[in-house]
């Protein structure tokens, strides 16, 4: 026997709210408390219903998708945030419009219209490359959340304080006695990468050290540049004892270079990254780094963004960024040449 699809009144039912209620959650016709906004997504996940959608509908009609569009799917960092944002998605009745531009502005241009076309009814924006004046006239009247940029006062973002994180590893090196600490920079332009090299150069001050410009060498947040950057400096013949590198990815290629010049570490040259990647545990040797709740952003993205779908206030709290110690990193006393 073909089972009953399900309607807004089990939906209700579910819910312990009235059809009115339900109807106008569908429709955005009117303000809900967030209370009963959670328990009718709830609900509706429960009974399985699905609410119809036409292209023709009003505007304020949800159609119950979200677009979520990523620079990129090969980064390790940008695949753990989407890991956390489809895990908490599947807990809703939402489903997800999950798109990549490739570091492509006219290809990010494009799927923005796309979406919008389409009658998304939220739109997460992750490390977007657009203006935020163009990104306005795109999603007119759209819920937009960044993840990793600053929506400058038009837009709620998810930021960690990478400052933060760039002050505790650099002055985890110092507090190890390091003196001559390499910083291997992100990618040119971003405002993670620069708020870590404040940090690191706040860090520096503070402990009384001078500033060495040059220390500080192109990583990109690549392995490969990473790699190239750090050879070159051992070839100049720097003098240092100990790296900070932007990211875990740029981390790899730096010890890598440093193997090949059969430079030890932790034994010759401690390194510390940035981000904690699932990988960094299994690396040899396994990295020092400094760990972002890269999954928990995700989760979180969800949340918020179905809160300004329903024009509640989100107030989630993102976890501060934390040292997790390893094997990369000893005490200055302890290397030899």
Known sequence: MRKKKATVYDVAERANVSVSTVSRYLNRTSYIVKEKVDAIEKAIVDVNFTPKTTQSSAKTKRNMTLG???????SPFISEILG???SEAVKTSYKLELEASNWDQNRERKIIKQLITQKVDGLILLVPTLDIKEIKQLVVNTPVLFIARDGGGSYPSLLIDNQMGGYIATNHLIQLGHKEIVF????EGSLDGAERFIGYKQSLENAGIEFNSNLVIDGAYESQKAFDSMSELIEQGASF??????NDTSAYGVIQALHQ????????VSVIGFDDLSTSQFFIPRLTTIKQPLHCLGQISIKHMLDLISSNTPEYVIPPVTLVERDSCIAAMELYE
């Open 68 to 74: 979520v569009i990523s620079p990129a799917f090969d």
């Open 84 to 86: 956390g944002v489809y």
């Open 184 to 187: 291997v920079t992100g990618t």
């Open 241 to 246: 004892s100990a790296i900070f590198c932007a």
């Open 261 to 268: 010049k059969d430079i030890q570490v932790p034994a010759q």
